[in-house]
């Protein structure tokens, strides 16, 4: 009897130990689980942040408030004779393609179907509307080019391959004029214009190349000297490889400051254009003009056009 009643007592003490061992066990389990929820969760806090702040260089261009006028306004230039604001839709175009990848939404909202954009292209023609390049908007303004209210300008950021492959033939097909801004670095790259593409847009006398930097840098968040760079080196090179004369800028992602804009007027630029909507141009705005984006037309962009003009 007392073998069995030690025997129990040393099964009671084993119970007791691996029970304590179980809870201590159990203990830093937790612990360690605790620690990686807590890693994990950090991780995804930084994720996270890294996704906003990647955001806050994307989201602007598709956001409605960064299509507003900014709360700064450069102080209007005197004149001896005071130049009325001149009505001139400016078309901000993207891709011009079937977008192949349906979870590309980017892509997606900034883009026109080729078929879309011909029927553009064949309403204005039947109206009988006249584009113009940019580059012609300081003249138009100043009545030194007579512009009637059935004009409008094309313009196409970025400098994406179907410019070349799905725009040109038509613009070439129609008789259309359009403004094209290549991000300069971008050139040669996979879903981008070549040289010898741009260069075949320049003999055409049917496309005007502005520049668009040369990276496509946040220029409201780069320090001022690669802000300048971007700006100066882009109209540099585009105008030393293409022998042209390289007039008008435009901003990426429609991000500019104060310093850009002065940095754009420094660097020789006649005009340059924003991502404001709005169809109104004038002297005071002339380095960031309004422009209108396709996506807001309806069936028929001439009855669109007339009704932001009015």
Do not use: C, W
């Given at each position: 009897m007392k073998v069995k009643k030690k025997e129990s007592i040393k099964v009671k003490l084993v119970h007791k130990e691996i029970t304590r061992y179980g809870y201590l066990m159990g203990g830093i389990i937790v612990i360690f689980a605790c620690f990686f929820l807590f890693v994990f969760i950090r991780d995804l806090q930084v994720r996270v942040k890294k996704a906003n702040e990647a955001k806050k260089i994307v989201a602007p261009y598709y956001e409605e408030k960064e299509f507003k006028r900014p709360v700064f306004l450069p102080t209007p230039a005197s004149h001896e004779a005071v130049l009325e604001p001149v009505k001139i839709p400016i078309v901000m175009y993207h891709y011009v393609e079937y977008v192949q990848d349906p979870g590309d939404f980017i892509r997606k909202r900034l883009d026109i179907v080729p078929?879309?954009?011909?029927?553009?292209?064949?309403?204005?023609?039947?109206?009988?509307?006249?584009?113009?390049?940019?580059?012609?908007?300081?003249?138009i303004i100043s009545g030194k080019i007579h512009y009637s209210t059935q004009s409008a300008i094309l313009s196409f950021d970025d400098g994406y391959e179907d410019f070349y492959?799905?725009?040109?033939?038509?613009?070439?097909k129609y008789h259309m004029r359009a403004?094209?801004?290549?991000?300069?670095?971008?050139?040669?790259?996979?879903?981008?214009?070549?040289?010898?593409?741009?260069?075949?847009?320049?003999?055409?006398?049917?496309?005007?190349?502005?520049?668009?930097?040369?990276?496509?840098?946040?220029?409201?968040?780069?320090?001022?000297?690669?802000?300048?760079?971007?700006?100066?080196?882009?109209?540099?090179?585009?105008?030393?490889?293409?022998?042209?004369?390289?007039?008008?800028?435009?901003?990426?992602?429609?991000?500019?400051?104060?310093?850009?804009?002065?940095?754009?007027?420094?660097?020789?630029?006649?005009?340059?254009?924003?991502?404001?909507?709005?169809?109104?141009?004038?002297?005071?705005?002339?380095?960031?003009?309004?422009?209108?984006?396709?996506?807001?037309?309806?069936?028929?962009?001439?009855?669109?056009?007339?009704?932001m003009k009015k």
């Open positions: 078929g879309l954009f011909e029927k553009h292209l064949k309403d204005l023609k039947k109206a009988g509307y006249e584009t113009y390049y940019v580059r012609d908007v300081p003249d492959t799905d725009v040109f033939p038509l613009l070439k403004t094209f801004y290549p991000i300069y670095d971008f050139i040669g790259r996979k879903g981008f214009v070549t040289k010898a593409q741009i260069q075949e847009l320049v003999d055409s006398d049917l496309v005007e190349i502005g520049s668009h930097t040369l990276d496509h840098l946040y220029l409201k968040l780069v320090p001022d000297e690669v802000a300048k760079k971007q700006i100066f080196e882009s109209k540099k090179k585009l105008e030393e490889d293409f022998h042209i004369k390289v007039s008008t800028f435009a901003y990426p992602y429609g991000a500019m400051s104060p310093h850009a804009i002065q940095y754009v007027k420094d660097a020789g630029y006649t005009a340059a254009v924003s991502v404001i909507s709005g169809t109104l141009q004038s002297d005071d705005n002339l380095f960031f003009l309004s422009r209108i984006r396709p996506g807001l037309f309806g069936e028929n962009i001439v009855r669109s056009i007339e009704a």
